[in-house]
């Protein structure tokens, strides 16, 4: 596989030109991978500049208080769980983190939090989903976003835990994106010859990677 020149045109466009710099010295199947991935990230969204809105033009986020919440219980719940009754509504966790912060050699929710039981994150999650999904007698789906970094360990650990009572079609993992690294003049970087330097797109990448997953 070779860059072709709407490749070779795209990139030089948008000032990531130096990323075919030789590119004809890679193997085979490393520079067919780079070049597939280049051609995959959208080189237009990662030039265009994030501008903040005018702060006049931001106001405070609406937060409903505990006190609200206790006030309005019997208005909310109802509608809420006729929606989790319907299977209009899913628990999503965001679970691409690595525990490094916290002194953990892997993923952040395989960490033990529970101060006696030792119950991880991931446990306790899913036995709130489990129980919901008991009192409302339909199972709740559980999508669980991992990144590329996790997601292989956030597999095993739900598998040898048997999903912690979830059934098997109720637990969805799907992947977060992920965007390149650029440099203060917005030239992508790279990890290695072949290989764009890229991080997770955060949160607001959750619905594109839905999407993504099917």
């Known amino acids: 596989m070779i860059a072709t020149p709407t490749l070779e045109d795209r990139l030089s466009r948008h000032g990531q030109a130096h990323l075919l710099s030789g590119i004809e010295e890679l193997d085979p199947a490393t520079r067919e991978g780079f070049l597939a991935r280049l051609a995959a990230v959208d080189w237009e969204e990662l030039g ?14 609406r937060v409903v208080t505990l006190a609200e919440r206790r006030e309005r219980a019997s ?8 929606a989790y009754r319907a299977g209009a509504v899913a ?3 965001v679970a691409g983190g690595q525990g490094t912060r916290l002194g953990f050699p892997g993923p952040k929710g395989c960490f ?9 994150i991931y446990q306790l999650q ?7 999904s008991r009192r409302l007698g339909r199972p709740v789906p559980f999508l669980v976003m991992t990144s590329p970094a996790t997601d292989a ?8 835990h048997d999903r912690f009572g979830l059934a098997p079609d109720q637990l969805r993992l799907f992947v977060q994106g992920t965007v390149p690294s650029v ?6 970087l790279l990890a290695a010859p072949g290989e764009l330097l890229e991080s997770p797109d ?13």
């Open 48 to 61: 265009r500049p994030a501008e903040p809105p005018p702060t006049e033009n931001v106001e405070p986020s």
């Open 75 to 82: 208005e909310l719940a109802g509608p809420g769980e006729q």
């Open 91 to 93: 628990v999503l966790m």
């Open 112 to 120: 033990p939090i529970g101060p006696l039981s030792g119950r991880t």
């Open 126 to 132: 899913a036995e709130k989903v489990l129980g919901l």
């Open 153 to 160: 360990e956030t597999r095993a650990f739900f598998a040898a």
């Open 183 to 188: 440099d203060t003049e917005g030239r992508a």
């Open 202 to 214: 955060g949160h607001g990448g959750a619905f594109t990677a839905l999407v993504a997953s099917g």
